[in-house]
């Protein structure tokens, strides 16, 4: 298994662009997170998925969407970056009780 | 409001020492706590977790004991070894329609031969 796999590891942006983080999970799970971690504090819940087709927000949420249309699937969007989403975003999934498999990052730094 | 501190930022310890993670939280709700490593460049990664019911729990080199009445949570890793260099973070748990995790900021942990 590959576990949770997200694409791009890293990309620069200028602010304004928009842009899609992918995450990929093949542990049939049904919950799905993205998180931000900034230098000196620990992660930070942006949006998550309870299930295929469901999304809520999470304690950052602002300036990003997110879809889940499969279930091995969750898309994190920045419509309108702007330099204080420069960060490294890290998604998760789980079965809903017990710890949280983590991907290995994107980095996103925007200009 | 959840709240997850940790005493030390940072802690250094000799190789082969025992190594002891703490920290403190002001929600009493949690179902349950998670520790998780980072390393450098890394995802988190699950290292083991604990009921809100249960003071105490073993793995292999690691134990996590939690203390509800001081809302005190500590990791303690046996015979520290090169590769237990990282970031330890620790995380309350609730399950109420969905789990959700509150990290806390993390101690980095350096091994010193």
């Known amino acids: 298994n590959a576990g949770v796999t997200q694409t791009p590891k890293f990309r620069v942006l200028k602010t304004g662009q928009s842009m899609t983080l992918l995450c990929a999970q093949d542990?049939?799970?049904?919950?799905m997170y993205w998180y931000r971690q900034d230098p000196g504090m620990g992660l930070r819940l942006i949006h998550y998925?309870?299930?295929?087709?469901?999304?809520a927000k999470g304690e950052v949420p602002d300036g990003y969407n997110v879809s889940r249309l499969k279930k091995q699937n969750f898309l994190l969007g920045l419509e309108s970056a702007a330099p204080s989403q420069t960060s490294v975003y890290f998604c998760?999934?789980?079965?809903?009780?017990?710890?949280?498999?983590f991907g290995p990052g994107t980095r996103l730094l925007v200009l | 409001g959840e709240n997850v501190g940790l005493h030390l930022p940072t802690l250094s310890v000799q190789e082969g020492d025992n190594s002891i993670i703490n920290c403190a939280y002001s929600?009493?709700?949690?179902?349950?706590f998670i520790w998780y490593k980072q390393e450098s460049g890394k995802g988190p990664q699950f290292i083991i977790d604990?009921?809100?019911?249960?003071d105490k729990r073993q793995g292999q080199r690691v134990t996590v004991l939690l203390n509800k009445t001081v809302k005190h949570l500590s990791l303690q890793i046996a015979a520290t070894q090169p590769g237990d260099s990282a970031v330890y973070f620790c995380?309350?748990?609730?399950?109420?329609?969905?789990?959700?995790?509150?990290f806390g900021q993390g101690t980095r942990l350096t091994i010193n031969p």
């Open positions: 604990i009921r809100s019911n249960m």
């Open positions: 998760a999934s789980s079965y809903g009780t017990g710890g949280e498999y």
């Open positions: 929600n009493s709700a949690s179902d349950y």
């Open positions: 542990m049939n799970h049904e919950y």
């Open positions: 998925s309870v299930g295929e087709g469901t999304t």
């Open positions: 995380a309350l748990c609730w399950v109420q329609g969905a789990q959700k995790l509150v």
